[in-house]
């Protein structure tokens, strides 16, 4: 792969974003971020010169005016993100006590071969560098999946082409978070906004997806990753509720990048819960990129549970519980909608309850022997998720809906409640 010219402008970046250009000059107060060239209005007006460092100025000067070049193929980072830079954080993830530890370093020689031969493109090197240097975590972040993504398509033999953008693919797939209010990140916000805030940070794969297919050269098959990261073979995922054949094998692996790596943000990061997360739901995820993350948590230390036996046990039978009466409320609701919207999100709604049925069914935890000795910790795990994938439902749906009737819009409650109702076991 060779290094990559910034591509021809495009329209729907011709006005500047205000999140993604706050994030810019937050950075340039520690880094040297200049116009690479004059910047324009469509009227022809001259922003700001070649050269000069961005500013506040900048920011009062771009207000509400419309570009003749997209912002970002107009400013550089000269002491930014390099392939130097990515060595040194690959280097320090791999030599960390990181739990993706045991994925990596069995790779580890080769990833580092090959991050030394990731192309930046300049808009890639000017947001990363832009969130290196305001949001720390989210380079972090990234790092983490170019890395992790990397390793797993090393252990399936991809060829060089196909490690290298599996990296890029997990270097890049959250660019376009930058471009959202940062109130709504991820940072495990998908276990813990409301749904008006979550409805923000849905849009961010698409926004990525523009980004590459726009802003720069980067291949096609790339940029239709980056927007699927966050899609699930079965629909529940988002932008676009993508199902099976509508996802890329490269999307397929940075959606199971990104879930293991959304356990790790949490309380209890470990293998062995990502690999609870990963399978807890028959046909969410590609099985060819699981078994690498199932294989590895098999040699980690045994989880401790947060419950003991019998109280997990009544948390249990409350979940079942939970789930048969949003399954009934489902079906009961489907045949009083008034709209198609409604009826496609509660046919959505009753095939995610009944995907949930056949992990809980696969699990075995409807039996007492399932809550017993070494197995609470797992059961534990399994229950978390469980409860989780109830709320992703209700968002799924509501997704799916959209603006409702008002008739339709207390339906749609009637089962949104039932879910939360299920999911609050504890």
């Known amino acids: 792969m060779t290094p990559i010219a910034p591509a021809a402008p495009a329209t729907a970046f011709n006005t500047a974003n205000p999140h993604a250009l706050a994030t810019i000059l937050e950075a340039s107060q520690t880094k040297s971020i200049i116009a690479s060239r004059d910047i324009f209005d469509l009227q022809g007006i001259k922003l700001w010169a070649r050269d000069q460092p961005v500013s506040a100025a900048l920011q009062r000067k771009l207000l509400d005016r419309k570009l003749r070049n997209p912002l970002e193929t107009c400013l550089m980072a000269e ?36 991050v030394a031969h990731l192309p930046l493109h300049s808009v890639a090197q000017l947001l990363l560098t832009a ?38 693919g997990g270097l890049l797939h959250d660019l376009g978070e930058m471009y959202i209010d940062p109130r709504f990140g991820e940072a495990d916000a998908e276990r813990s906004l409301d749904f008006l805030s979550y409805q923000q940070l849905v849009v961010h794969p698409h926004v990525g997806k523009l980004l590459l297919s726009q802003l720069t050269n980067y291949p096609p098959p790339l940029a239709r990753a980056i927007g699927e990261h966050h899609e699930r073979l079965d629909g529940s995922g988002y932008p676009h509720a993508l199902q099976r054949e ?160 008002e008739a339709d819009a207390r339906r749609l409650a009637l089962l949104c409640d039932a879910l939360r109702s299920a999911a609050q076991t504890g």
Request: glycine fraction near 8%; proline fraction near 5%; charge should be negative.
């Open 79 to 114: 002491d930014g993100v390099t392939s130097q830079t990515l060595l040194a954080a690959a280097w320090q993830l791999l030599d960390g006590r990181s739990p993706l530890a045991a994925v990596l370093r069995p790779c580890a020689p080769r990833i580092m071969q090959e």
């Open 246 to 405: 509508a996802l890329s094998p490269l999307g397929r692996l940075l959606a199971v990048t990104e879930a293991t790596l959304a356990v790790m943000r949490g309380e209890q990061p470990c293998l062995a819960r990502a690999s609870v997360a990963l399978r807890v739901v028959p046909g969410e995820f590609d099985l060819a990129w699981v078994g690498r993350i199932a294989d590895a948590a098999r040699h980690e230390p045994l989880l401790q549970g947060g419950y003991a036996p019998e109280t997990l046990k009544l948390r249990l039978a409350r979940l079942d519980g939970g789930m048969l009466a949003a399954q009934a409320c489902a079906t009961a609701l489907v045949g009083s909608a008034e709209s198609a919207p409604l009826t496609g999100a509660l046919a959505l709604a009753e095939h995610l309850l009944g995907r949930l049925r056949t992990g809980w069914t696969a699990s075995g935890l409807w039996c007492d022997e399932a809550v017993a000795g070494q197995d609470v910790a797992e059961v534990d795990a399994i229950e978390h998720e469980l409860s989780f994938r109830l709320r992703a439902i209700e968002r799924a749906a509501r997704l799916r809906a959209g603006d409702l009737p």
């Open 131 to 168: 969130g290196q240097a305001s949001r720390p975590e989210s380079f972090d972040h990234a790092v983490q999946a170019m890395a992790l993504a990397g390793a797993l398509m090393i252990h399936q033999r991809g060829s060089v082409t196909d490690v290298r953008l599996a990296m890029l």
